[in-house]
């Protein structure tokens, strides 16, 4: 079937075409029905069905059959180490964690932070959890302690699973300290610690409260899986929203499960068997849905990467795992690219590999440009295909179903929507915008399974973020617009969300973090264009009345306070101190103004402004930092 009748075949029957999809999950009690609305506009899906996410990443695929294929392929460049599991290793290697997980007393609905880098273990803790059907929720390395801090007082977890050390090119990161200030600083204290101790640093442990990540594990005994409602969180995944509290987005069980596995093969075209790699990082959700749990509910081998696009050695370190270890699928955010590109501009490394293996690269995270799409269609001559989706989905929504039928590409267009997602552009007042329009997008209600029914105890923020401006509708944030072939352009996002090196940050945090510096009154962050990391954070500070110390120093403060409060993942190093900022009358802060201008694009000038001089100012800040010109 091509992709316009399938697509159909879901508008016209969705509880079929769920209830199809659903054949490809082993349950313990089989659903029968796939919606739940009872509690509209809230969905769940296969609520009455039991089953586990291990049971289905783990444990079948030794009891059928693929017990000596290659589950995991980890490639550490920057340990220079590589490590194949089985999946008959990765199920004694989770047994044994989920029971030593249980001795602890760790038990279904418990939660259990897990804060690692691109080790195995990191992969073999969310399946363990899984397994017991506690509820992981993994805090990427490049988070500060306070932004830990944050997410122990909101997931309350029994158990912090860590490693010693992250590996940054040229740099240790050692996680210990970071973790000890976590939980000096939050409210709720975790009863145990369980470090992986790392070659690279070993870490101290407290007596009592941490342990070694071997030594828990000696007297475990393997733990089968415990079988949960299909509704049951599988995790909750933080994400930045408008302020500075992360939402927690909560991943369902069973839908997640249905969800993932339909995408590998209509989406990324690849069998079971098939070496799939999702260069990102365990803490994003393509980490979780990609590198983890997609490629093992479908059956294949996923490479888990400890290393960057450039420099871990070189920017031909993509090329080598591809063809070392034979990807078919490959799936990166184009700040990746754009990284190599920058480095190796003619692609020489490539010449070096045989990648014939390679089959299609896909992209998502932010923004796909043009340049970088031509760019890498020419050196790999595969399709590259951009799709589109968000945290809050936990897989695509709009994209190119390549197993289904591969649909002409548009470039500067993620293609069309997914079956399940019914992809709407609205305008200010809720109104279908006619083909061609510029709007908010939103997605019909329900949400596809898989997605997110609710932000972990916040209902009522889950509700005023999303389903609260379009009645009917789940906002999604970006604002786009869709052609007369029905493809979707993502143009940009509607709220204070921006896009730093596909990793999705909150300005409205950065700012809670640098209006605790006392020399700084007042202050606004805007994302402008970047040409590598596609966006990154500038900030002005007003400071102070009174306040007339050097202003390099009182920036070089705030560039450090970001980094020490939210983490270096923010990328926070552009800060200019300003005498005022631009506002309507009503007092509030033109940040989209203020980002046309940096990004030298026209604006018209807001009716609502209270002081238009203010912009002049600003302009003149923006170019002594290299911007606005
Ligand atoms: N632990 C600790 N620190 C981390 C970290 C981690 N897991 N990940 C990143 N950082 C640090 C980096 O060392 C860097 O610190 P610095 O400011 O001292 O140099 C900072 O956070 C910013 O990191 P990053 O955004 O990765 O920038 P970079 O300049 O080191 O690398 C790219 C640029 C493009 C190579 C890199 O961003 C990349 O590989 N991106 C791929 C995109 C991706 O995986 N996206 C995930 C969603 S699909
Ligand atoms: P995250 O939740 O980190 O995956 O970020 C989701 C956001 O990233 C989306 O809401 C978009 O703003 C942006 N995004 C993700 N993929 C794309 C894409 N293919 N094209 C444009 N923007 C994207």
Redesign the pocket.
Same mark, same amino acid.
């Given at each position: 079937m091509d992709y316009h009748s399938i697509y159909e075949s879901w508008r016209a029957d969705p509880e079929k075409f769920w209830m199809d999809a659903a054949k490809n999950i082993d349950w313990h009690k089989k659903p029968t029905f796939a919606l739940n609305h009872s509690n509209a506009p809230l969905y769940e899906w296969y609520t009455d069905s039991f089953v586990n996410t291990c049971f289905n990443a783990v444990d079948r695929h030794v009891k059928n059959g693929r017990a000596d294929q290659t589950a995991i392929i980890y490639d550490s460049p920057v340990t220079e180490k590589q490590l194949h599991l089985t999946y008959k290793d990765l199920l004694e290697k989770t047994s044994l964690l989920a029971g030593a997980l249980i001795n602890k007393g760790i038990t279904k609905g418990d939660r259990v932070i897990i804060y690692m880098?691109?080790v195995p273990e990191a992969i073999i803790a969310m399946l363990a959890c899984a397994r017991i059907g506690a509820i992981h929720s993994v805090v990427?390395? %490049?988070?500060a302690s306070n932004e830990l801090a944050v997410r122990i007082d909101d997931a309350q977890p029994k158990t912090i699973l860590a490693a010693s050390c %992250?590996i /940054?090119?040229g =740099?240790i990161?050692e996680y210990k300290p970071l973790i000890d200030e976590a939980i000096e600083l939050s409210e709720h204290k975790p009863e145990c610690v369980v470090i992986l101790q790392r070659p690279e640093a070993q870490a101290s442990l407290m007596p009592g409260r941490d342990f070694d990540w071997e030594e828990f594990q000696l007297d475990a005994k393997p733990a089968d899986c415990v079988m949960v409602e299909g509704n049951h969180p599988a995790y909750i995944l933080y994400t930045s929203g408008t302020t500075g509290a992360p939402k927690g987005v909560v991943r369902p069980t069973a839908g997640h499960l249905v969800a993932l596995h339909w995408s590998m093969k209509n989406i990324y075209d690849v069998d079971p068997g098939d070496v799939f790699w999702?260069?990102?990082?365990v803490?994003?959700? &393509? %980490?979780h849905s990609y590198i983890c749990y997609a490629p093992l509910i479908h059956g294949n081998t996923s490479v888990l990467f400890e290393g960057?696009?450039?420099?871990t050695p070189d920017a031909g370190t993509f090329w080598r795992v591809i063809s070392e270890h034979k990807v078919k699928s490959f799936?990166? $955010?184009p700040?990746?690219f =754009? $990284?190599i590109k920058r480095e190796d501009p003619e692609g020489k490394f490539k010449s070096k590999y045989d990648l014939s293996c390679l089959k299609a690269l896909y992209l998502?995270? /932010?923004r796909a440009d043009p340049d970088t799409i031509y760019w890498a269609q020419n050196l790999l001559g595969v399709p590259v295909i951009d799709h589109w989706w968000q945290t809050e989905t936990g897989w695509t929504i709009v994209g190119n179903p390549m197993g289904i039928e591969a649909l002409p590409i548009k470039v500067g267009s993620p293609s069309v929507p997914m079956p399940g997602y019914d992809v709407r552009i609205l305008d200010n007042d809720g109104k279908e915008l006619p083909k061609g329009e510029l709007g908010a997008v939103a997605i019909k209600l329900p949400l596809p399974p898989g997605t997110l029914p609710t932000l972990w105890n916040a209902e009522e923020r889950f509700k005023n973020s999303y389903l609260s401006t379009f009645p009917g509708f789940y906002e999604t944030g970006d604002a786009g617009l869709i052609d007369d072939d029905g493809y979707l352009y993502i143009m940009a996002r509607t709220d204070d969300v921006i896009n730093? $090196?596909?990793?999705r940050l909150s300005t409205g945090a950065m700012e809670e973090a640098l209006s605790n510096h006392s020399d700084v009154a007042e202050c606004a962050v805007i994302g402008v264009s970047d040409q590598?990391?596609g966006q990154v954070p500038l900030g002005f500070l007003c400071l102070t009345n009174g306040v007339n110390r050097p202003h390099k120093e009182i920036v070089d403060e705030c560039i450090q306070l970001v =980094?020490d409060q939210i983490?270096? &993942?923010?990328?926070f190093?552009l800060a200019t101190v300003v005498a005022r900022l631009p506002k309507t009358r009503s007092g509030k802060i033109l940040r989209a103004t203020m980002v046309k201008i940096a990004d030298n694009q026209e604006f018209k000038m807001p009716a609502t402004i209270d002081d238009p001089t203010i912009l002049d100012e600003i302009k003149e800040a923006l170019i002594a930092l290299g911007y606005a010109n």
């Open positions: 880098p691109m990427f390395g %490049g988070f %992250g /940054e090119p =740099r990161i999702a260069a990102s990082d803490g994003w959700v &393509v %980490g960057k696009p450039v420099g799936f990166t $955010a700040t990746a =754009r $990284a998502a995270g /932010e730093v $090196a596909g990793h590598l990391k =980094r983490g270096p &993942v923010a990328s190093k």
